[in-house]
């Protein structure tokens, strides 16, 4: 595989918010699980376990459990840009991965790192290998984060799954249903945003760390609310 | 960029720990940069700046001032198979990029999450895509933890990043020196360990968790001593 290739990939790859109905053949949903298998993992640890739902009962009672908070959460963060959120149509998509990691396994990692993160890394790597294996079939994912007590005690619940895993996300998997998503009019500067990147120039500093490169709070407030999917400025 | 050539990328992707002297050529290590750049993070909010170092004496520094404290460390964690370590050899790599979190990104995130995970994930996230690129170049690379409060200091200090930024990982990239890792005998079992994933079917639960999959706490204890990288018995 040439690099050309594989940054196009990387390139290709985006965040979906509206899938087509259309079912993900079995043996190409194995080959993104097998993908996603292969990760690298914090001392080969292979944290991860992955249930796929794809009964529409299922995933409604997954959705409903995770929007049910929604009107607390909101209330909490009013300058949250609530239109770029997965959660509500997770439902949606033909396909549920619930990334799962084993706690337990944390006791591979060195005794002075923090073993949480080296999970949560090992367990975002390998959400992105799969990410990745799926966009080169042309089908649609996105992140929706779990990582809340409650988000992860109500999702092992429906699904069965011990206390020993944490739940990091949900990944939603189909093909994209971009009309959808062209024609919601709240998504239009998410999807303006999404693809922005700093220059190459901005982050890497040679030798030491280079001041002149050095952004105060004020620039890292205007970036946070010009650039970012999350924080965006209502139009009134 | 298809499946399969993208499957042969993340298998032909492994940590190396012995590298050649050989220069990377500046328009390759660009390339490298430039892929991780193009990453997903959450909000994108793209918390990565990384500080490449090529000089002899800052390597130098670099990894004196991580291994100054490994007598203590080791002291702590006395069952951990020390010889996977990366950290002693970091000077030894022609290039070193030092990955750093700019925290105050934080602010992207929606307030009920926590931030610290979707920040280091974020750049784990980069450090992969980055390594995937150096992999496509037939180039080396690993993962140096750095996350303790002791090591990041150091490192801040020795090449004047500001305090707003954590250290996450320092990645070590140069040509492999495959002769000289298989010559070393500790370096033995990490190798054969390092290529070794559970079954899919051991990893994947249909509709909901399938307890029969599930691993006493003995089976987990098994799998760390006998598959892991970092948990290794020695041979008397």
């Known amino acids: 595989m040439n690099y050309d290739d594989f940054l196009e990939l990387v390139k290709k790859r985006r965040s979906f918010r509206r899938f087509k109905s259309d079912p993900v053949p079995k043996e190409i949903l194995e080959k993104v699980l097998?993908?996603?298998?292969?990760?690298?993992?914090?001392?080969?640890s292979q944290p991860w376990e992955f249930v796929v739902v794809q009964d529409v009962a299922t995933k409604k009672s997954?959705?409903?459990?995770?929007?049910?908070?929604?009107?607390?959460?909101?209330?909490?963060?009013?300058t949250m840009y609530w239109a770029v959120a997965v959660q509500p149509h997770l439902s949606t998509a033909p396909v549920l991965i619930i990334v799962c990691g084993d706690r337990r396994l944390q006791e591979t990692y060195p005794v002075h790192l923090p073993g949480e993160v080296l999970l949560r890394q090992s367990l975002a790597i390998s959400i992105y290998t799969l990410q990745l294996a799926a966009a080169s079939f042309g089908l649609a994912t996105a992140w929706a984060t779990m990582q809340t007590e409650l988000r992860e005690v109500q999702i092992r619940k429906l699904l069965g799954i011990p206390d020993v895993?944490?739940?990091?996300?949900?990944?939603?998997?189909?093909?994209?249903?971009?009309?959808?998503?062209?024609?919601?009019?709240?998504?239009?500067?998410?999807?303006?945003r999404a693809s922005f990147r700093r220059e190459l120039a901005e982050i890497v500093h040679y030798e030491h760390y280079d001041m002149g490169k050095f952004r105060s709070d004020e620039k890292i407030k205007e970036f946070i609310w010009s650039k970012t999917v999350t924080r965006i400025p209502r139009i009134k």
Request: proline share 9%.
């Open 34 to 44: 097998e993908a996603a298998r292969h990760s690298p993992s914090a001392g080969n």
């Open 62 to 78: 997954i959705t409903q459990s995770i929007t049910s908070g929604y009107k607390k959460i909101r209330k909490a963060d009013p």
């Open 165 to 192: 895993y944490t739940v990091d996300h949900i990944v939603p998997l189909g093909y994209p249903d971009e009309e959808k998503e062209k024609s919601d009019k709240a998504l239009r500067p998410v999807r303006e």
